[in-house]
């Protein structure tokens, strides 16, 4: 399994420093300190002992139109006085040498005219705005209050710093309030529009003016010749695309009846072979229905694939905008009363216009559907049975209630996004859901039956993502609310909702709520990803508001809730993000995305209190925090970086160590090392030459738990070991969705031999080779079976009998089996509490040492022992450790106090190398990793199994 870094986002200098934009000029504004809330009707002393001045205005700005050469070089914050407080605090000459562009360069004031009231003040007064509202507020607020809408004139304004969430934002005229995180952005792009005059600001507004109403904003739609479409793949890949709209794109919103809707596929693919209208027999309706539901998957498909190239990427755009632009035609052309299928049509358009990321025409285009899902009387119970006297069967009336439903989870998420009031509110509805009862099990009578249907339902999904949608409604109704209630009782609103969301999730079947995604088919995987965003939204959503509150214990729960849904999500993304580039392919998940890194963002900037502004100060001058780089050359020039940690795929590693190597870096690589043993052997000739660190990262190797088992070993309690059966696998029981995976890609290195094969090896390794004494080693001799994954080729299942030579006093010849497996896995029992089945063990005469899975990150050992002593440990989660600050979802709960992240054993070791001069591990070295090296390509080899050339070659650089 690929441990992937990552990126901590450092705080913005403008939130430590105190600095605003102004939206009008370009120029940097510098705030003068105004009074924290507690002291705002006090006289407040300045740090010389003078005594300030009450200003019950905006506070003061000093414009700063001129940087010196050093913060203009860093792009960084600066004072504009000669010299300034940065160079001040680094000891570095200040100048102003700089060609200046902007007229007459004015002068900086030497740094005595500066006022004397101290940035560490500055600063202080700033973080006490962000972490406390101010506490003279009256006992009952309204959100409005604390936004700033109900100010008196003689008022001072919210500071620009302040969270997006409690602020109303007004974009082109169209107004977001507190509910949607995207006046974040609105505040975002008037602080990057007032430093740069010449910024996508103008452009975008340029843009808009052209466009007509209800695109403004939006990438504009091309425009084709003619009245029909270019062309249809034939019906074989119409059907497959088809396919894949039901199965990975809708997820939950399941409208359609599959088999009608494979019917009318039929008949619009043999009316364009024929040259006939493509709605002919079937409707105009019905055929924007299938021309959409194919534009979805059609962009879908290109997307998974990822793109080369932003020419590609347009081409994909275009294709599938062609058929969206037809079936909107078609719906737009329909005469007579609606139908269920007219509603059905324009609910499709808004999916694909949310997925194109064309907000502002889905917004109306919702509208729209809006309107006829209202006049066909959807949702109203007692209408719909009226209205089905004329057309009396099962599957016209469960597509009825799928329809409005989905228009229901659509118009409550819309509203979050753009943070205005829902169109449905549960006083106008009384419909029931639908049944739970798949496409397959119905008939225009009723479903068949029930014995005959399985306990799953793919419309489980679409109930429960509209229970937990009316969750979501409740709470922008009730934390969000406008009306004048104390905070109390807004936090109680919070807390009793949260309540209902923990019910929800625990209500869930066990297809979408216990089994881990990756174990089912794609459409209940992709199904089950939706739920559980939809869970962890909520709970953003219902605590985000009080990320601002108090500094008091009044908010701790709801803050301590958001940021660990934050960091779930993020989570989630990641595991999303391993099954190729089809993260991009959902709208929706981009949205929660979002949400989760604005509240990982507050998190990392407001965790320190108002006391420790020393250090942030120190920070704001010290430029050896941790940054960004624009390319790995980059990197690799700047002189402060010693040692570089890589966790690209295991195509790159070579590539990208080497060039490190090179540059005089020392280089902690992720395993497997490099794809064989050529490469290996390069990079460590390599490093000799430089006389620099190198080690493979296998974080397994470090953990106590593992350091435990040797010593046990060593202690001679179980006897030599005679025999290792080492078993590491993951269950991908659906299958890929496409062969871009990194598991199954051969040009990313794939397979599950170098991703989870090597962690069966590690443990045969450190159990019988790694403890013999260095002269005692010898390599084993080796069987292989290897199973390939059909479409590339890679291998999908290895079973490798290794034979270990030994001398007689150390138990004479082993045996070790290590197997792992793309499709079967014991990891998954390993997910229940309390499970007892080890995938490690290690076995001599007088006992044996038990592993519980999953073997990459155990957490579970039990010694059993001849004599009948059992003896079970627990030991630390090698994962994000909830004291650590890093919590991200490991585990069924969050971990003691004091556990991180199981990297830190095996970097804590590299860092030691670099104090004490070693150039390799303490705990395994070069030498073993190029012979398990040698083992893995003698099983492709054996297999049949090599990579593309660019992948194996020892060239660089390519």
Not at 361 to 366: D, K, L, T
Not at 768 to 773: E, G, I, N, V
Not at 813 to 824: E, K
Request: proline share 6%.
């Amino acid at each position: 399994m690929q441990e992937t870094p990552h990126m901590m986002l450092s705080p913005s200098s403008e939130a430590r420093g105190g600095v605003e934009t102004d939206a009008e000029t370009p120029s940097i504004l510098v705030a003068t300190p105004s009074e924290p809330a507690s002291t705002r009707s006090k006289r407040n002393k300045s740090t010389d002992g003078s005594v300030g001045y009450q200003d019950p205005g905006p506070r003061k700005v000093r414009k700063v139109s001129r940087a010196c050469d050093f913060c203009k070089s860093r792009k960084a914050r600066c004072t504009g006085d000669l010299p300034c407080a940065k160079c001040v605090a680094k000891g570095r000459e200040c100048s102003y040498d700089a060609k200046y562009t902007r007229g007459r360069p004015p002068t900086p004031p030497p740094a005595e005219t500066r006022p004397k009231t101290s940035s560490t003040s500055a600063f202080v007064d700033d973080l006490s705005r962000l972490h406390a509202l101010p506490t003279n507020r009256e006992p009952t607020t309204a959100v409005g209050d604390d936004l700033g809408l109900l100010r008196r004139p003689n008022e001072s304004t919210v500071p620009s710093r302040s969270s997006p969430e409690l602020s109303i934002a007004e974009v082109q005229g169209q107004v977001f309030d507190s509910k949607s995180g995207l006046t974040f952005i609105q505040r975002a792009l008037k602080r990057l529009s007032a430093q740069n005059k010449n910024g996508a600001t103008g452009k975008t507004q340029t843009v808009s003016d052209n466009q007509s109403l209800m695109t403004a904003g939006d990438k504009p739609l091309p425009e084709f010749p003619g009245n029909g479409i270019s062309t249809l793949p034939d019906l074989a890949e119409c059907s497959k695309l088809l396919a894949l709209y039901f199965e990975v794109c809708i997820a939950t919103y399941r409208m359609l009846h599959r088999p009608t809707a494979e019917s009318w596929l039929a008949i619009l693919k043999r009316n364009h072979d024929e040259g006939r209208a493509l709605w002919t027999d079937i409707g105009r309706a019905e055929a924007a229905i299938v021309l959409a539901a194919l534009a979805i998957a059609r962009l879908h498909q290109e997307k998974s694939r990822g793109f080369l190239s932003a020419e590609d990427e347009s081409q994909a755009l275009r294709a599938s905008d062609e058929l969206y632009i037809l079936s909107s035609r078609f719906a737009d052309e329909e005469a007579g009363f609606p139908r269920l299928e007219s509603a059905q049509a324009k609910i499709i358009h808004v999916l694909y216009l949310l997925t194109t990321s064309r907000f502002n025409r889905g917004w109306y285009v919702f509208g729209n559907a809006l309107h006829l899902v209202t006049a066909l009387g959807l949702y109203r119970r007692n209408n719909w049975k009226r209205g089905r006297s004329s057309r009396n069967d099962y599957i016209h009336t469960q597509c009825g209630l799928r329809t409005f439903w989905t228009a229901y989870i659509v118009d409550n998420y819309l509203a979050v996004i753009f943070g205005r009031p829902r169109h449905f509110h549960e006083e106008d509805i009384n419909q029931d859901l639908p049944e739970s009862v798949d496409d397959e099990a119905m008939t225009v009578d009723g479903p068949i039956n029930a014995a005959d249907t399985p306990k799953d339902c793919h419309i489980d999904a679409l109930i429960f993502h509209a229970r937990i949608a009316k969750l979501v409604g409740s709470v922008s109704r009730e934390v969000y609310t406008f009306r004048a209630i104390s905070e109390a009782d807004r936090v109680s609103a919070a807390n009793r909702l949260i309540q209902r969301v923990r019910e929800w999730h625990a209500s869930l079947p066990i297809h979408l709520g216990s089994i881990p995604p990756s174990m089912l088919i794609p459409s209940y995987r992709r199904q089950a990803t939706v739920l559980r965003l939809a869970h962890l939204h909520a709970i953003l959503h219902a605590n985000r508001l009080f990320l601002l509150g108090s500094s008091s214990n009044t908010h701790e729960n709801q803050v301590t809730e958001c940021i660990k849904a934050a960091k779930a999500v993020l989570e989630t993304v990641d595991e999303l993000a391993q099954e190729g580039p089809i993260f991009h392919a959902f709208w929706w998940t981009h949205y929660v995305t979002f949400c989760a890194l604005v509240v990982t963002q507050w998190n990392t900037t407001d965790w320190l209190d108002i006391d420790s502004s020393a250090f942030w100060m120190q920070m704001d001058t010290d430029e050896t925090y941790a940054k960004a780089y624009g390319s790995y050359a980059d990197l690799v020039q700047d002189p402060d970086v010693e040692i570089i940690y890589i966790a690209t795929p295991h195509s790159h590693h070579y590539q990208n160590a080497m060039l490190f190597l090179e540059a005089g870096k020392n280089v902690l690589c992720e395993k497997a090392f490099t794809v064989n043993t050529k490469q290996a052997r390069k990079l460590a000739k390599k490093a000799r030459e430089k006389n620099l660190f190198l080690m493979e990262g296998l974080w397994t190797r470090y953990f106590p738990l593992s350091l435990y088992v040797r010593e046990v070993i060593e202690s001679g309690k179980i006897g030599p070991v005679e025999r290792v059966l080492a078993e590491h696998s993951f269950l991908y029981a659906g299958g890929f969705e496409d062969d871009s995976h990194i598991m199954v890609n051969p040009n990313l290195a794939g397979g599950i031999l170098l991703d989870g094969g090597i962690y069966s090896l590690t443990w045969v390794f450190q159990s019988l080779y790694s403890l013999q004494p260095a002269s005692s080693r010898r390599p084993p001799t080796i069987k292989s079976a290897v199973a390939k994954y059909g479409r590339t080729g890679v291998d999908a299942m290895t079973t490798i009998l290794l034979e270990f030579p030994r001398s007689e006093e150390q138990g004479g010849i082993a045996h070790a089996v290590a197997s792992t497996s793309l499709g079967l896995s014991n990891d998954a029992i390993a997910q229940k509490q309390g499970a007892a089945v080890p995938n490690i063990r290690i076995q001599g005469q007088y006992g044996e040492i038990q592993v519980f899975p999953p073997a990459y990150r155990p957490t579970r050992t039990r010694l059993v022992l001849k004599d009948g002593t059992i003896d079970d440990k627990q030991w630390p989660q090698p994962g994000p450790g909830e004291g650590s600050g890093w919590y991200n979802g490991y585990g069924s709960t969050p971990n003691p106090e004091g556990q991180g992240h199981g990297l830190f054993w095996e970097a804590d070791d590299a860092g030691r190398a670099l104090v004490e001069g070693r150039k390799e591990g303490t705990q395994f070295g070069l030498e073993e990793s190029i012979l398990i090296m040698e083992i893995m390509d003698q099983v492709r080899a054996e297999a049949g199994i090599q990579y593309p050339d660019e992948v194996e070659t020892v060239e660089f650089p390519l």
